[in-house]
């Protein structure tokens, strides 16, 4: 086997260990966490952050195993303090964002689930990146929000007032159907659910009608992340198998 591929060789055996131990840390990280929505938000960026910094480090020490990418890279850190002042005016915005992201995660002026407004832009806080944090809004759309506008302006979070998190369907039912009974029948589906929050009424509401099919909204809260996607989850089952009983679908 010639040099060339004995080098290629070592450097995919370096790069797949990267993997294997990036896959490792983050099992890791997962059985030592409890999924609380403030440890959750922590874990979130953490975990991408760890992930990231092990996959660079195993790439750069694949590629130096190589002599002509050592010889570049020699070449390279004679000019460096020039290449690192380019850099880092090119990864500035970057650079804040990801820093700006591990704030936000332990100070947390906001968490995963939570119903935030940033400007114009509000909605469940969805997932914090490295670079954006992604609040989706009722009807699906999504913000991609920069970290450190995140950072530095002021957020309207109505969740961390009251710990609470909110489970949210749309379900359709027939133009013709008696609004009122429907909407009385998911609100008490809603509120028969298990992770339902007893001290706090759950809401449907018309939201859309047209000629062939209203759309009604419901809303419920729960006490963590996990238990609003569970109450979301059984309250479409539930309500669609009441609805079904009820002769609302003929």
């Known amino acids: 086997m010639s040099d060339f591929w004995r080098h290629l060789l070592t450097a995919g055996i370096v790069v797949l260990i990267t993997i294997v131990v990036a896959k490792l840390v983050d099992r890791w990280l997962v059985r030592r966490l ?57 990864a500035q915005s970057t650079l804040s964002n990801a820093i700006a992201g591990i704030l936000i995660a332990f100070t947390q002026p906001l968490r995963l689930g939570d119903q935030v407004e940033v400007g114009s832009a509000a909605g469940t806080v969805e997932e914090i990146g490295l ?54 029948i998911l609100v008490e589906e809603a509120r028969r659910a298990p992770e339902a929050m007893p001290d706090k009424n759950p809401v449907a509401t018309l939201s859309q009608i047209d000629a062939t099919a209203a759309v009604f909204t419901v809303e419920a809260w729960a006490r963590s992340v996990g238990q609003a996607a569970k109450l979301a989850t059984g309250l479409r089952v539930g309500a669609y198998k009441r609805l079904l009983a009820e002769g609302i679908y003929a």
Not at 48 to 57: E, F, N
Not at 154 to 175: C, D, K, M, W, Y
């Open 34 to 90: 409890k999924l609380s929505p403030n440890v959750m938000t922590r874990y979130s960026v953490i975990r991408r952050t760890v992930v990231v910094g092990v996959v660079i480090v195993g790439v750069l020490s694949a590629l130096l195993v190589i002599p002509e990418v050592q010889a570049v890279a020699g070449s390279i850190l004679a000019s460096s303090a020039v290449i690192a002042l380019i850099i880092g005016f090119a």
């Open 131 to 184: 670079v954006y944090t992604l609040l989706r809004t009722a009807d699906g759309a999504r913000f991609y929000v920069p970290n450190t506008r995140m950072a530095s302006d002021t957020i309207r979070n109505a969740t961390l007032q009251s710990f609470e998190h909110r489970a949210q369907i749309t379900i359709g039912v027939p133009v013709g159907s008696d609004f009122e009974r429907v909407r009385d």
